[in-house]
Nanobody, 115 residues
């Protein structure tokens, strides 16, 4: 019913920037929230950022001031602008959407930050 496609990952040097995109497709749904998690090798998946249907945002402390989450006017695409990237940001980034009681997940996109 809901399909998410992620793009924008890649390899960047420390201090550089990347912009991730996640587009939701389908019909007959209303999105309550959209956001991003990430998972580095050998570590648990962790929350990164979220934006709800009213436009309110939340960020984990380590990315505040560097990352910005946003959505398009149709509220079907979520973006993550990542500036001042650090090696510890290296991970697979997963987008999600919340529709009613359910979460739907994208396929993941690799972000690698070299020192």
């Amino acid at each position: 019913q809901v399909h998410l496609v992620e793009s924008g990952g890649g390899l960047v040097q420390a201090g550089g920037s990347l912009r991730l995109s996640c587009a939701a497709s389908g019909s007959g749904f209303s999105i309550n929230a959209m956001g991003w998690y990430r998972q580095a090798p050998g570590k648990q998946r962790e929350f990164v950022a979220r934006i709800n249907s009213g436009g309110s945002t939340n960020y984990r402390d380590s990315v505040k001031g560097r990352f910005t989450i946003s959505r398009d006017s149709a509220q079907n695409t979520v973006y993550l602008q990542m500036n001042s990237l650090k090696p510890e940001d290296t991970a697979v980034y997963y987008c999600y959407v919340t529709i009613g009681p359910l979460d739907y997940w994208g396929q993941g996109t690799q972000v690698t930050v070299s020192s």
